[in-house]
Structures are given as structure tokens and as C-alpha cells.
């Protein structure tokens, strides 16, 4: 037996788009790119989309987009991947991190209004916060919204994990309380572009600025039958970056886009059935009521001291744990920046007690038995 945590999930459907797409005379730039844009847009509910190379190079593009800058401050989930607080590092701007609430492993909003306190009585207003959506299960932005709004703050939505996930009736990135919200397509998220990501937004000058940045900076003239030159002369108008999507990728992101919901009703399935068979050692991620989680990865704590043990039977009978994530600041990288490390005490629990068990579409009943059953032995 073999189990992974995770599994990319590709149809002969999804073969098919590509292969048209490999025989077509365009394989980068090209229709595909704007239509797989245009859907996701539609899908999300939101105003545009811009597709690009992965969701780093999204995360990148919507701090730019936003305005962020060397001299700025960001402020950055703990528990995220290390990509989430890099881009804020590649505009030059530093960064700190807020605390988590142990339950829901996103980031706690109590504590984070009372950091702003602070912040405007020592003059240190962070330009842009990012949150990150943990394991899919959406972060209650309207709130954090109403206390930054008056402060002029930017808020970046990190939904890699989330696309499909819902506020309400409103899908993540289709409502109006992130500035910017990201996805990625890395093949274990819910749909697979291979690599991939793609940034949301309803403010046209936020989707104008991160379009050019993706392409280098370069802008080109409309077609002008007048004078038919100026349209294949092309101009750079400031330093970009090339993070773009090739038609390729994004008919397979294209193809799988239908199946999101039909993708996210099994992972809700598979986390009803952990929650409900695990035993009471395992504490499960909370959700905020009216909120969908797509479960694009499913973490619980376990007792301080236990977690070892679990590791090694479940490595032992074939399947494979992991681990999401090392707080931030935690990383070496990052020790060596200033940031109040005394105040981050719930990440710190986390990072003691989490892991992450297997949940992806491709699991078998069985399977899905197999890790309960090892769990609840392991734990004993």
C-alpha cells in the first residue's frame, strides 16, 4: 500500500485540450491564454483575471500591482509558505508577521487589530497585508477590512489554496474585501496548469499594471491601418518580468476548470469523514459558519509529543504525512530579520502540533480507511 498526501488528477479530457493546443499555430500568447483568463474571471465572480507563470510569480505581480515599494512594510500570515512573504521581499519592502488563531490556522484578527494599534501610535503602517487562506478555508476578510479601510491599507488575498473555497454565496476572489486575491495551479491545488498561478481583482488599474508587468514591461500599439508599422513596433515603459503562461498550460487549467465544484464536494467529503472518524486526539481546523473550505490539504493538531509516533507508524504501513507549515520567521532565512517573535505564540503551538494526512480526489474508500484506522491506532 501507498498513499500520498497528495495527487494531481488529469482526464483524457485534459490530454485532449493540450494535444489540440500542441497542433495549433500558436503555443504561448495566444487565445487560449485570454479565454482560460476570461473563465476563471467568470467563474471566481470577479471583474479580471491575469493568468502567469506560478503562484509566486502572481504573489509578486500583486504586490507591484499594488504599489508596494522599497521603504514599505507588509505584513505576512506566519503559517503560509515561504513564497508568501518572499514577494513582499522582492519589492524591497520589509516585512513582518502576525499570529495565527489556533483553531482556524488563519490568521487572528483580534490580535492583528491590536498590532495596527500599536502601529499608528509608533507611525509604522503597513502598506499592504497579506492573508493566506490555510488549507482552503477562507479567512473573514470583511471584518479586517473595516479597521484597515480608513488606514489606506492593501490588502493581498493568498488563496493558492483556495480556489472554489466560498464566503457565503460568494466564491474567494469574487467578493470586494481583497484589493488583489492569488491562486496557484501547481499540480496538487485543485485544478493543475502543471505550474501556474493567477491574480484576481475588480480594480482595473491593479489587472492593468500586473498585465504589463508580466510581460516585461512592454506595451504595443493597436493595429492602425494607416500606418501599419506602429502596431509591430513595441515600446518597454518600466522594468517587468516574463511570467508568463503559454497557451499550453492553460488549456489544461482550462479543461479541469468545470470540475472545481464537483473537486471540492470530495474533498468536503473526505474532511467530514476524518473529522467525524479520527478520534478525539485529533483537533481539527475550525471553519467559520456559512464558509466552504476546498480542502486543498487537510491539517489537524495532534498532543504535543505524539506527533512522531503517528509519523513513523504511518510511514511504516505506506503512507505518506506532511507537513504544512514552518512558520515563516522560524525559517533561517528569516531569523536573522527583526520581527516580534514573543508575540507569535499560537504559531509556535501550531508548529509543534500540526500535520497534514492524505486528502486528494483520487483516494479510494478503502484508502480513506486505512489512514483513519493507522491514525487512531498510532494515537492510542
Given at each position: 500500500?501507498?498513499?500520498?498526501?497528495?495527487?494531481?488528477?488529469?482526464?483524457e479530457?485534459?490530454?485532449?485540450a493540450?494535444?489540440?493546443?500542441l497542433?495549433?499555430?500558436?503555443?504561448?500568447?495566444?487565445?487560449?491564454?485570454?479565454?482560460?483568463?476570461?473563465?476563471l474571471?467568470?467563474?471566481?465572480g470577479?471583474?479580471?483575471?491575469?493568468v502567469?507563470?506560478?503562484g509566486?510569480?502572481?504573489l509578486?505581480?500583486?504586490?507591484?500591482a499594488?504599489?508596494?515599494?522599497?521603504?514599505?512594510?507588509?505584513?505576512?500570515t506566519?503559517?503560509?509558505?515561504v513564497?508568501?512573504?518572499?514577494?513582499?521581499?522582492?519589492?524591497?519592502?520589509?516585512?513582518?508577521?502576525?499570529?495565527?488563531?489556533?483553531?482556524?490556522?488563519?490568521?487572528?484578527i483580534?490580535k492583528?487589530?491590536a498590532?495596527?494599534?500599536?502601529?499608528r501610535?509608533?507611525?509604522?503602517?503597513?502598506?499592504v497585508?497579506?492573508?493566506?487562506?490555510?488549507c482552503g478555508?477562507?479567512?473573514?476578510?470583511?471584518?479586517?477590512?473595516?479597521?484597515?479601510?480608513?488606514?489606506?491599507?492593501?490588502?493581498i488575498?493568498?488563496?493558492?489554496?483556495?480556489?472554489?473555497s466560498k464566503?457565503?454565496?460568494s466564491?474567494?476572489?469574487?467578493?470586494?474585501d481583497a484589493?488583489?486575491?492569488?491562486?496557484s495551479?501547481h499540480?496538487?491545488k485543485?485544478?493543475?496548469?502543471?505550474?501556474?498561478?493567477?491574480?484576481?481583482?475588480?480594480?482595473?488599474?491593479?489587472?492593468?499594471?500586473?498585465r504589463?508587468?508580466?510581460s516585461?514591461?512592454?506595451?504595443?500599439?493597436?493595429?492602425?491601418?494607416?500606418n501599419?508599422?506602429e502596431?509591430?513596433?513595441?515600446?518597454?515603459?518600466q522594468?517587468?518580468?516574463?511570467?508568463?503562461?503559454?497557451?499550453?498550460?492553460?488549456?489544461?487549467?482550462?479543461?479541469?476548470?468545470?470540475?472545481v465544484?464537483?473537486?471540492?464536494?470530495?474533498?468536503?467529503s473526505?474532511?467530514s469523514?476524518?473529522?467525524?472518524?479520527?478520534?478525539?486526539?485529533?483537533?481539527?481546523?475550525?471553519?467559520?459558519?456559512?464558509?466552504?473550505?476546498a480542502?486543498?490539504?487537510?491539517?489537524?493538531?495532534v498532543?504535543?509529543?505524539?506527533?512522531?509516533?503517528l509519523?513513523?507508524?504511518l510511514?511504516?504501513q505506506?503512507?505518506?504525512?506532511?507537513?504544512?507549515?514552518?512558520?515563516?520567521?522560524?525559517?533561517?532565512f528569516?531569523?536573522?530579520?527583526?520581527?516580534?517573535?514573543?508575540?507569535l505564540t499560537a504559531s509556535r503551538?501550531?508548529y509543534n502540533?500540526?500535520i497534514?494526512?492524505?486528502?486528494?480526489?483520487?483516494?479510494?474508500?478503502?484508502?480513506?480507511d486505512?489512514?483513519v484506522?493507522?491514525?487512531?491506532?498510532?494515537?492510542?
Amino acid at each position: 500500500m501507498r498513499i500520498l498526501y497528495g495527487s494531481h488528477s488529469v482526464s483524457e479530457k485534459d490530454v485532449q485540450a493540450v494535444s489540440e493546443v500542441l497542433l495549433s499555430e500558436q503555443l504561448t500568447q495566444g487565445p487560449i491564454v485570454e479565454e482560460f483568463e476570461r473563465r476563471l474571471a467568470s467563474f471566481v465572480g470577479t471583474s479580471g483575471c491575469v493568468v502567469c507563470s506560478s503562484g509566486t510569480a502572481a504573489l509578486h505581480l500583486a504586490c507591484m500591482a499594488v504599489g508596494l515599494r522599497r521603504g514599505d512594510i507588509a505584513w505576512i500570515t506566519s503559517i503560509s509558505f515561504v513564497a508568501t512573504a518572499n514577494a513582499a521581499l522582492y519589492c524591497g519592502a520589509e516585512v513582518d508577521f502576525l499570529d495565527i488563531d489556533i483553531e482556524s490556522f488563519n490568521v487572528d484578527i483580534a490580535k492583528l487589530e491590536a498590532k495596527l494599534v500599536r502601529a499608528r501610535i509608533e507611525k509604522k503602517i503597513p502598506k499592504v497585508i497579506i492573508v493566506t487562506d490555510m488549507c482552503g478555508c477562507p479567512i473573514s476578510l470583511r471584518s479586517i477590512r473595516e479597521f484597515t479601510k480608513p488606514l489606506g491599507i492593501q490588502i493581498i488575498e493568498d488563496a493558492c489554496h483556495a480556489l472554489g473555497s466560498k464566503r457565503g454565496d460568494s466564491h474567494v476572489g469574487g467578493d470586494c474585501d481583497a484589493d488583489v486575491t492569488v491562486f496557484s495551479f501547481h499540480p496538487l491545488k485543485m485544478i493543475t496548469t502543471g505550474e501556474g498561478g493567477a491574480l484576481v481583482s475588480h480594480d482595473p488599474l491593479i489587472l492593468s499594471r500586473a498585465r504589463l508587468l508580466r510581460s516585461h514591461g512592454i506595451t504595443k500599439s493597436a493595429y492602425n491601418p494607416t500606418n501599419p508599422f506602429e502596431h509591430l513596433d513595441y515600446s518597454q515603459t518600466q522594468l517587468g518580468f516574463n511570467y508568463r503562461l503559454p497557451d499550453i498550460l492553460c488549456a489544461l487549467g482550462l479543461s479541469q476548470l468545470d470540475s472545481v465544484p464537483e473537486r471540492v464536494k470530495v474533498r468536503n467529503s473526505i474532511a467530514s469523514y476524518y473529522r467525524e472518524n479520527l478520534s478525539e486526539r485529533f483537533i481539527a481546523q475550525t471553519l467559520p459558519l456559512n464558509f466552504v473550505s476546498a480542502y486543498h490539504i487537510y491539517v489537524t493538531r495532534v498532543p504535543v509529543g505524539k506527533r512522531a509516533r503517528l509519523i513513523a507508524e504511518l510511514v511504516a504501513q505506506g503512507i505518506q504525512p506532511s507537513f504544512h507549515y514552518k512558520p515563516i520567521f522560524l525559517h533561517d532565512f528569516y531569523l536573522t530579520r527583526m520581527c516580534d517573535q514573543d508575540s507569535l505564540t499560537a504559531s509556535r503551538k501550531y508548529y509543534n502540533e500540526a500535520i497534514t494526512l492524505p486528502l486528494h480526489t483520487c483516494m479510494s474508500e478503502d484508502e480513506i480507511d486505512a489512514v483513519v484506522n493507522i491514525s487512531n491506532r498510532a494515537l492510542r
